[in-house]
């Protein structure tokens, strides 16, 4: 029996299967205003009809200039909720579960004038110069970390992931290259993502777990290694993390230190941080062949799958998979006679 389409378990979390759809960015939101729409909705709602067990809405930031695009989706405004909710009512219909991503770009927002960040570094010397927050901001910034997992919860999501991964805010704060502060912000290099999850801890319900990425090392020459990554996993984790999503990268053109991009190239990531943390972790990374998804399980190298391309071409990826591993996961009522044996 495929180990895969089994369903999975965690705090007040159950998952019918350990198929995740990663959280990726549609930068359609014409009106500008943050606020999902007919595609958004659609987009969400096919991959739950596909038989995903977790929806990861993208990328949606707790301030304007936080987004990387003003065609970013938002959550800084109770406005924001409704929509939010049909997504949630709608995934929730076909029996999946659905979370959101909360986040800020910082430095690597194109849109705003300017981009803030924790210091007064560039992407590159072709990007916009951010401007430095001050103290009292970066408290801010935490703070809109916190209205906005408030209102997560408001929409009915099942559970939050905060984007500390690939070069944004909560990234840079935890970035030697990118963080040089000399606040205490800039002393303790987790202590912005910190502030975030005692933040979000505090406003969601007990039982609910709360997922954070992290890029495990980073591409730029110079960049972190692995075991920074993991230092900074351990202080999150003790403030309350309860699930890590393993990618890479993203902080500013890569070096000589990025990885090949062959199937499966961040699972060995994956399986140390479940090694050295001890808490349940999710893999990404062109793991769209389901022989290989179901590998990284079966091997016990991760505890759930993401698939992110796969998805975006085959929003069914989830029933195929299992068509292709030999099980029966359920079509929707008003698809079951394309599945003539189910
Ligand atoms: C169109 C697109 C948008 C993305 N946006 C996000 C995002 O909003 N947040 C995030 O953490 N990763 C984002 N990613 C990265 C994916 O979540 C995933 O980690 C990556 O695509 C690797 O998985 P895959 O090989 O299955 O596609 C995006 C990727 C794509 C292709």
């Known amino acids: 029996m495929a180990q895969l389409t089994q369903p999975f378990t965690f705090k007040n979390l159950t998952l019918k299967n350990k198929i995740v759809m990663a959280p990726m960015c549609q930068y359609s939101v014409d009106a500008k205003d943050g606020i999902p729409n007919d595609w958004h909705f659609v987009h969400?709602?096919?991959?739950?009809?596909?038989?995903?067990?977790?929806?990861?809405?993208?990328?949606?930031?707790?301030?304007?200039?936080?987004?990387?695009?003003?065609?970013?989706?938002?959550?800084?405004?109770?406005?924001?909720?409704?929509?939010?909710?049909?997504?949630?009512?709608?995934?929730?219909?076909?029996?999946?579960?659905?979370?959101?991503?909360?986040?800020h770009a910082g430095r690597k927002g194109e849109d705003a004038n300017p981009p803030v960040a924790p210091?007064?570094?560039?992407?590159?010397?072709?990007?916009?110069?951010?401007?430095?927050?001050?103290?009292?901001?970066?408290?801010k910034t935490v703070q809109q970390f916190q209205d906005a997992a408030k209102r997560a919860v408001k929409?009915?999501?099942?559970?939050?992931?905060?984007?500390?991964?690939?070069?944004?805010?909560?990234?840079?704060?935890?970035?030697?290259?990118?963080n040089q502060r000399e606040d205490k912000y800039g002393q303790e290099l987790s202590l912005f993502g910190v502030q975030i999850i005692h933040a979000v801890k505090a406003?969601?319900?007990?039982d609910m777990?709360?997922?954070?990425?992290?890029?495990?090392?980073?591409?730029?020459?110079?960049?972190?290694?692995?075991?920074h990554a993991l230092e900074i996993a351990k202080k999150y984790q003790a403030a309350g993390v309860d699930m890590l999503h393993i990618s890479s990268g993203g902080e500013a053109p890569p070096g000589k230190q990025k990885p090949a991009t062959h199937p499966g190239y961040q699972v060995p990531f994956a399986?140390?941080?479940?090694?050295?943390?001890?808490?349940?972790v999710i893999a990404v990374g062109i793991l769209e062949d389901p022989l290989l998804a179901e590998a990284v399980i079966g091997n016990g190298d991760a505890d759930l799958v993401a698939i992110g391309r796969g998805m975006l071409k085959d929003p069914y990826w989830a029933i195929?998979?299992?068509?292709?591993?030999?099980?029966?996961?359920?079509p929707a009522r008003q698809y079951k006679r394309a599945y003539p044996k189910k």
Not at 156 to 172: M, N, S
């Open 155 to 178: 929409a009915g999501f099942d559970t939050i992931e905060l984007h500390g991964a690939h070069g944004y805010l909560i990234h840079q704060f935890h970035s030697p290259g990118i």
């Open 119 to 139: 210091s007064a570094i560039p992407v590159t010397k072709d990007d916009k110069m951010p401007r430095a927050l001050t103290t009292e901001e970066v408290q």
């Open 203 to 206: 406003v969601i319900p007990e």
């Open 44 to 103: 969400y709602t096919s991959r739950a009809v596909g038989g995903a067990g977790l929806i990861l809405v993208e990328m949606t930031d707790v301030d304007p200039d936080g987004r990387i695009t003003d065609y970013d989706l938002g959550l800084w405004s109770d406005e924001h909720i409704p929509a939010y909710k049909k997504i949630v009512d709608a995934v929730h219909k076909q029996g999946a579960k659905i979370g959101i991503q909360i986040a």
């Open 320 to 330: 195929r998979a299992s068509e292709q591993l030999g099980d029966t996961m359920e």
């Open 271 to 280: 399986r140390r941080f479940k090694e050295e943390l001890d808490i349940p």
């Open 209 to 227: 777990p709360l997922l954070m990425r992290i890029s495990a090392v980073e591409y730029m020459d110079g960049g972190y290694d692995i075991d």
